[in-house]
DNA sequence: ATGCCGGGTCCTACCCGA
């Protein structure tokens, strides 16, 4: 079985990207972050033909959250439990396929609105680790994937590409990434190449991608069962350098 | 420490991303 995740910037921008994706990688699931368009926008008739079928989470403008797979599967939910009834902002999807548990997740920045912005970000990640280990205490395999905006240690940044104070590299963050791990995830991308480095994105300035100055920001998370079953954890780095890319690449995991 | 790039929108200067 194979999932992957990728943040698109703009499903509009990127609607034949991700159709040639698919028919090149033929993921089973594909978890897809920032499409920047409300639901009924997002493109489903293109991925029909294709073998895929989408449910998609949207807001005017910013974030957004969807699935398309060529497997059945049922939507269990479209917000992340936990947070306060007004956020209405469009970063989580929860599916089940094949007895799986798949969270699909677009986690706040946290670098704008000011400590307010930052303490949004803390308070979701809180939310998805409540929820998180409330799901692993029903023993159902369970992954959780998408953009994650945490570099989980200094080995998960190239050198010099952002400061100390930034949210995404901040110890509160990593902290509640690492709470995450304490529930008993694995990292795949990270168990797979625990040396590294491993980027999944390349800022579009500076020449970032020609220097390769990334981040590992985009993750996979599985519980134990799931893990047992890793066979392959990567980004793919070939998506960066097509015509008009996203700035993050897809990350692609193989389950036996 | 940043917004040089690249997306979005009350269409055009401004917000947001990482």
Redesign the pocket.
Known sequence: MRIATW?V??I??REQHVARWLDRAEPDVLLLQ?I?CESHAFPALAYHGLGYQAEAVGQ???NGVAVLSRRPFVCRGRSLPGLPESDAQARYIEIETEGIILLGIYL??G???GAEGYAYKLAWMDALASHAEALMAEDKPLAILG?F?VCPTDEDLAP????KT?A?VRPESRARFRRLIWAGLTDAVHAMHPHGPVWT?W????GAWQRDLG?R?DHALLSPELAERLVAADPDRDARGEP?PS?HVPVVVDLA
């Open positions: 943040n910037n703009s509009r921008q920032e920047k005017k403008a910013y706040p920045n670098n704008s609105g953009d905006n010099g590409t952002l400061p930034d995404l994105f800022d579009y300035q500076g981040l920001i008009q700035d």
